[in-house]
């Protein structure tokens, strides 16, 4: 039974709930001691899932007896028609993605783009498979217990403190945007879940001798994505989806995918000159690769990362702990939160950034190089005195990381 109690200044009664990691007071809007404690017991069972459709009746007619007459007069309706949801409209988790689809709400940005979609699709399917090895069937019959336990699970997984935000705010919004077509009374994604707020530390650079231990460990595919991401510094979804017709012998031209997402109708290529030492190691991945090979450099890891976008930043991660290299801060604060990571793919775009400074590449080159191009900067430069430029400033970086 939960405890109901009053509190000075207010007629009413109250009871403690625990939100985003605190205690806080929720006013049952009543006088009447019982018919607190209905609404008491019933928010604490509702919270934990363990509330039918005969309960949440008796719920909602304390609620409503509880009420101010106008305010009452304005939510009969609202709670009929949660009712009449949990009784009369399922939805099997097996259709309910082809359904969102159909959604004209799913988005307050219009329709998604292919890559956020990708992205939306991989985080269903997650829970998705979650949800059958649980034999939970349909979206309503989903508690918020149940929220609570997957998004510990996926934050126990290892994920960064913005992935378990998107997952988050995703399946939130995915359950309200199909509430009344599921019968949805409570979204399991509501209730003591908090997106975390990100801290403002950016990606740290590896230092030298990181980078050297990072290349002397790299094996397989890791080998030659991580040559990738130091002489090129793109992006892991840019490095991941290259296609071997993107490489000639001399550059790699590609067109960012983050860029493409954001500028509407501006497909801005990027040509970065090949250095000699990545150069020798795309010719050793296409000797392993065999005659000729064709489609992506990496399709075993294109296919992890369009199935989860965490996945191949997580194994990366954790190669990074077995070379002896941190890639989160402390955790700090009463609360224990976990800070954004510090080191992962992303920092070898830093560290790619880094050694063009200290190799003397001046600054407009290197924002061209890393996809930063602005068009004041563009018209300073004939576009054959900018190549001349890139391929001097690539051949300025080290050539000993991989020795």
């Known amino acids: 039974m939960t405890k109901v109690f009053k509190i000075a200044g207010s007629p009413f009664y109250y009871y403690r709930v625990h939100v985003g990691g605190k205690d806080k007071w929720k006013s049952t809007r009543t006088e009447n001691k019982k018919q607190a404690q209905k609404i008491a017991d019933g928010h604490r069972a509702a919270t934990v899932g363990t509330l039918n459709a005969d309960e949440l009746f008796h719920l909602l007619l304390a609620k409503l007896d509880g009420m101010p007459e106008d305010e009452r007069q304005s939510k009969r309706l609202d709670y009929g028609q949660r009712l009449i949801r949990l009784q009369s409209s399922t939805l099997p988790f097996g259709d ?8 004209p709400n799913k988005s307050r940005f219009g329709n998604p783009k292919p890559n956020t979609l990708a992205g939306y699709s991989a985080i269903w399917k997650r829970l998705e498979k979650w949800a059958a090895e649980k034999s939970i069937v349909n979206l309503h019959e989903m508690t918020q217990a149940q929220g609570e336990e997957y998004m510990g699970e996926l934050m126990a997984s290892g994920v960064t403190e913005r992935t378990y935000g998107a997952h988050l705010k995703f ?47 790299a094996a397989g595919d890791w080998r030659y994505l991580v ?8 992006r892991l979804t840019d490095a991941i989806h290259l296609r071997w017709k993107d490489i000639s012998a001399t550059k790699i031209t590609v067109i960012p995918a983050k860029v493409e997402r954001r500028k509407k109708g501006k497909r801005r290529v990027v040509e970065i000159p090949l250095h000699a030492v990545l150069a020798a190691l795309l010719n050793e991945l296409r000797r392993a ?13 294109v296919k992890a990362y369009d199935a989860d ?13 077995t070379c002896g290299i941190e890639t989160t801060a402390e955790e700090t604060g009463e609360q224990r939160k976990r800070r954004a990571s510090l080191r992962g793919f992303h ?4 560290s790619f950034v880094s050694m063009c400074a200290v190799s003397g590449v001046p600054q407009a080159t290197t924002q061209r190089l890393v996809g930063h191009t602005s068009d004041e900067i563009t018209q300073l430069y004939s576009h054959a005195g900018k190549e001349r430029e890139e391929v001097a400033a690539i051949n300025l970086l080290p050539s000993d990381i991989f020795a």
């Open 347 to 350: 920092s070898l775009r830093h």
């Open 289 to 301: 690769r065999g005659k000729n090979p064709s489609g992506f450099l990496f399709p075993n890891m």
């Open 171 to 217: 399946l939130r919004s995915f359950f309200r945007v199909l509430e009344k077509q599921a019968g949805i009374v409570s979204n399991p994604f509501t209730g003591n879940l908090t997106v975390p707020e990100l801290q403002t530390q950016s990606r740290e650079a590896f230092t030298p001798e990181e980078l050297k231990t990072i290349c002397a460990k």
């Open 227 to 234: 040559g990738i991401g130091i002489y090129t510094g793109l």
């Open 309 to 321: 976008r965490s996945n191949v930043a997580v194994a990366f991660r954790q190669f990074l702990k």
């Open 96 to 103: 309910a993605w082809s359904r969102w689809l159909t959604m």
